[in-house]
């Protein structure tokens, strides 16, 4: 009997497919970038299972270009705003993702950007290259305090917990708001739960752990920003459109707040111009997962959920788990 067929939509780390080749038949991209929509439609076609990333856009002209027998998609993330679950559903396609694993290399990522932007690393990197710097001053590069500052979190979930946890081993006091209220983490670090007007209100930086939904899209805006402290500091390693970049940049012009850390961007790999001409500004290219351990954990996850679905077996991470019941 013909092996099973996987695509997988771009490289991940060689031990992942060298797993994923001991049962599969595989065909990697090749290429250093996503595929396009076109050669997606047409890579797609015929395969038993797709490995993909967050780049490609999985809804039911993808699926249906695959053809029936393709039983199971998994993400090389954990957010998965690129799928269209209900379409998937209706197909009875499994979807996954890589929940758990890349939790501390993200919340390590947004706790550097937050410091960075606080202690202005990035710009007075560039002063000294650039050989401006002509010595000690008393009132050179003045930046913002961490400890005993308000760390206001947005989405308290895996990655906003571990966050919290960082903020409160440096000294900062943590508010969050979430759609479900965790006393175990409030317990714990001493973290306050508060409606949205209050964490825009009272946080010193504002870090973004919410997925990207309907209802999360801006989710900071021009109201939300005129609505924080001139001196706060956003954080964004969610998803680019948690945050009307537009509106962001003019705040940072404007000194609405004070500073923003960036990981991601509303149109990657597209930034918006107006915001790489500030300094008050740290953009890094949506690496936040990116350590060489969490890139195997992710890989590892989806070629077990690839393996798992195609031998008849339930998946460990599944995003629309009603497709299981059929
Ligand atoms: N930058 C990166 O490379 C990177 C890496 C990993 C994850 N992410 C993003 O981080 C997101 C969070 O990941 P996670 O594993 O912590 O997910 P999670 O599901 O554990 O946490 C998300 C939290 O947001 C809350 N939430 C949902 N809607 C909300 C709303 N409207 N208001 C307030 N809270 C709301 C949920 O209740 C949940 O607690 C992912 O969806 C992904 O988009 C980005």
Redesign the pocket.
């Known amino acids: 009997m013909a092996r099973p067929n996987v695509l997988v939509t771009r490289m991940v780390p060689q031990e992942n497919l060298d797993r994923l080749r001991e049962h599969f038949e595989v065909e990697v991209n090749a290429e250093d970038r996503p595929l396009t929509r076109a050669e997606l439609l047409a890579k797609v076609k015929g395969r038993d299972a797709i490995l993909s990333m967050l780049t490609d856009t999985i809804d039911g002209e993808v699926l249906d270009a695959a053809g029936p027998q393709c039983k199971v998609v998994a993400n090389f993330?954990?957010?998965y705003?690129n799928f269209d679950v209900a379409a998937a559903t209706r197909r009875g396609v499994v979807l996954t993702n890589t929940?758990g694993v890349?939790?501390d290399a993200?919340a390590t990522l947004a706790f550097t950007l937050l410091l960075a932007t606080a202690r202005r690393i990035v710009e007075a990197d560039k002063y000294v290259r650039d050989g401006k710097w002509t010595g000690w001053a008393p009132l050179f590069f003045i930046g913002l305090d961490v400890d005993g500052r308000t760390l206001g979190v947005?989405?308290?979930?895996?990655?906003?917990k571990n966050v919290a946890r960082k903020g409160a081993a440096f000294g900062m006091k943590v508010i969050y708001?979430?759609?479900?209220r965790d006393p175990e983490l409030e317990a714990a670090i001493g973290a306050r739960f508060v409606d949205k007007e209050t964490l825009l209100a009272e946080s010193d930086f504002l870090t973004l752990?919410?997925?990207?939904?309907p209802?999360?899209r801006h989710y900071i805006g021009e109201k939300e920003l005129a609505a924080m402290k001139p001196t706060a500091v956003l954080i964004n390693?969610?998803?680019g459109p948690v945050v009307d970049e537009k509106a962001l940049a003019r705040a940072l012009k404007d000194k609405v707040i004070w500073g923003a850390g960036l990981?991601?961007f509303e149109n990657e790999p597209m930034v918006e111009p107006e915001l790489l001409g500030l300094d008050n500004v740290i953009v890094v290219p949506?690496?936040?997962?990116g350590t060489t351990e969490t890139r195997l954990n992710m890989g590892r996850i989806a070629v077990e959920n690839i393996t798992r679905v195609l031998t008849g077996e339930a998946p460990t991470t599944c995003v629309n788990p009603e497709v299981l019941k059929r």
């Open positions: 993330a954990v957010g705003n929940p890349l939790d993200t947005a989405g308290l979930g895996r990655i906003g708001n979430d759609v479900r752990h919410v997925p990207l939904l209802e999360t390693a969610a998803r990981d991601v949506h690496v936040a997962s």
